[in-house]
Nanobody
Framework: QVQLVESGGGLVQAGGSLRLSCAAS????????MAWFRQAPGKEREFVAS????????YYADSVKGRFTISRDNAKNTVSLQMNSLKSEDTAVYYC?????????????????WGQGTQVTVSS
C-alpha cells in the first residue's frame, strides 16, 4: 500500500501561481512513477503531468505545457507540481497518483494508488 496526501491547493487569481505537494508513505517511493491528474466539475478526470521513477523523464498535457512543472524528491518521498500563469480553466480538484509500472503513462487505469485530492480555484 502507498498512502498519498496532497496539499497546497487554494484560491488564486488568474495569472498567479500555486505549488502543490504530495507526500507519500508506505512502500518504496522511488519504485513508482508519479503523476498529477485533475477533475473539474462535470468533467472526466484528466492527466496533467507525470514523472518517472528517477525523475529523468517528465510528460505534460498540452494544456499545461510550458506553465506547469512536475518534480520529485525521492529522499523526502514527495512529488510537486509548480503551476504558473494559472487560468480559470485550471480550476479543478488535483489528485496525486502512483504507478508501480514506472512508465509515467497518461491513462488513469495505469495508476495503482490515489490521494484524496486538493482543490485549486482560479478566479478570473
Amino acid at each position: 500500500q502507498v498512502q498519498l496526501v496532497e496539499s497546497g491547493g487554494g484560491l488564486v487569481q488568474a495569472g498567479g501561481s500555486l505549488r502543490l505537494s504530495c507526500a507519500a508513505s508506505g512502500r518504496t517511493f522511488s519504485n513508482y512513477a508519479m503523476a498529477w491528474f485533475r477533475q473539474a466539475p462535470g468533467k472526466e478526470r484528466e492527466f496533467v503531468a507525470s514523472i518517472t521513477r528517477g525523475g529523468s523523464s517528465t510528460y505534460y498535457a498540452d494544456s499545461v505545457k510550458g506553465r506547469f512543472t512536475i518534480s520529485r524528491d525521492n529522499a523526502k518521498n514527495t512529488v510537486s507540481l509548480q503551476m504558473n500563469s494559472l487560468k480559470s480553466e485550471d480550476t479543478a480538484v488535483y489528485y496525486c497518483a502512483a504507478d508501480y509500472r514506472g512508465t509515467g503513462a497518461r491513462m488513469r487505469a495505469m495508476y495503482d494508488y490515489w490521494g484524496q485530492g486538493t482543490q485549486v480555484t482560479v478566479s478570473s
